[in-house]
């Protein structure tokens, strides 16, 4: 019987990894810089999903300053370990992790022809808020998607 990863915080021995993961995927990748910089990013949240003898994936969340939402700058599942739904698994503690924050919601782009993502984001509870034409290195279209997880103790909900 397989166990059920739990996301932990990403550290700097996970950057070869990190990188692994993203040469798996075309264009619109982060580089080991960038990695870096998150990893000591008090605004970032980095979070991976480790597997037996690599990371299976990996989410970075964002959080701004004087904002309540939070966005979803990346989530990436290993092509090799889909289907195990190990991107509920990440997109939740994302979720998790940006109530955590005390944002009231998280903000994301999905490429328009990534359809294992966007039936992720739907079946969460995503809705539409743009289309983004030519968003990606490539030219492919995007979509920017949101989610309120709800009314804050005392207010009413922010526009995303």
């Known amino acids: 019987m397989t166990r059920t990863p739990t996301p932990r915080t990403a550290r700097a021995a996970d950057l070869p990894d990190l990188l692994a993961l993203e040469a798996r995927f075309p ?3 982060l580089s080991a810089r960038q990695f870096r910089h998150h990893l000591g990013n008090p605004r970032a949240r980095l979070r991976v999903l480790p597997g037996a003898s690599a990371l299976l994936g990996y989410h970075l969340l964002l959080l701004r300053a004087g904002s309540g939402w939070a966005r979803l700058y990346s989530l990436v599942v290993d092509p090799i370990a889909r289907g195990r739904g190990l991107g509920r698994i990440l997109l939740a503690d994302a979720e998790a ?14 490429r ?6 966007n039936a992720l984001y739907a079946a969460a509870g995503y809705r539409h808020l743009a289309a983004l034409p030519a968003y990606y290195q490539d030219g492919g279209d995007g979509w920017r998607l949101v989610r309120e997880f709800g009314r ?7 526009r995303p």
Request: hydrophobic share 35%; proline share 3%; aromatic share 0%.
């Open 27 to 29: 264009g619109d990748r």
């Open 97 to 110: 992790q940006a109530r955590r924050a005390g944002c009231r919601g998280l903000r994301l782009e999905v």
């Open 112 to 117: 328009q022809d990534n359809v294992a993502a």
């Open 152 to 158: 804050v103790a005392g207010g009413s909900p922010a």
